[in-house]
């Protein structure tokens, strides 16, 4: 990366064909546990919850003050959280095992959730495919948030954060709003590099 203010002189395909060639983790292990240990989590909300987001005002802090309640993420450091819209994003480093997690978050009902595939089955259970219809047009309409906030972030940061994406769902989301995906990888790059 260059030093100072200006743009760098690595190109956001270099970086990541780099990172791809390099890269040590199995990704689709990974998407699987996700999908497993969040399919399981039961959630309790009303329909009225679902359809009335939680909404806040453009949000971002670096290296936030996080204590992890859950003793397996304990060597998890939380380097950014933002919140725009009904959405939140999380940017965390695994001290441990020296990895990137992005995570982009949703409200659904009673909390901020991450895997899309997961979400569509829990609301299609509990509310039926109209009701989850009804609630992804609330959501998409309120993708220029999203964007905000992803953006936000980019200009906040002076690091790559190489994550890998929990699903298609999530990579087409992270296109959508401007995070370049390869393979099963997205890539949040600073706003010094151009994407």
């Known amino acids: 990366m260059a030093v100072g203010f200006g743009k760098t002189t690595e190109t ?3 970086y990541i064909k780099n990172f791809l060639k390099q890269q040590r983790y199995d990704p689709y292990a990974q998407q699987s546990d996700w999908y497993n240990y969040y399919s399981r989590r039961k959630h309790s909300y009303s329909l009225s919850d679902l359809l009335t987001p939680n909404w806040h005002a453009v949000e971002v802090d670096i290296d936030p003050e996080f204590e992890c309640v859950n003793p397996s993420h304990t060597r998890i450091k939380v380097r950014v959280m933002g919140n725009c819209g009904s959405w939140s994003l999380a940017v965390s480093w695994d001290t441990q095992f020296k990895f990137w997690d992005l995570t982009i978050n949703v409200w659904v009902g009673d909390c901020y959730r991450f895997h899309p595939d997961v979400i569509v089955e829990d609301i299609t259970r ?3 495919s109209v009701v989850y ?3 992804q047009a609330m959501v998409m309409e309120d993708l220029d948030s999203l964007k905000t906030l992803v953006n936000e ?3 906040q940061i002076d690091f790559v954060a190489p994550s890998i994406v929990c699903c298609e769902r999530s990579a087409r989301l992270c296109r959508r709003v401007g995070i370049p995906v390869k ?3 997205a890539f949040l790059f600073p706003s010094s590099y151009s994407v």
């Open 183 to 185: 393979g099963q990888f």
């Open 12 to 14: 956001t395909d270099k």
């Open 133 to 135: 219809k009804q609630w």
């Open 153 to 155: 972030v980019r200009d």
């Open 126 to 128: 509990k509310y039926g």
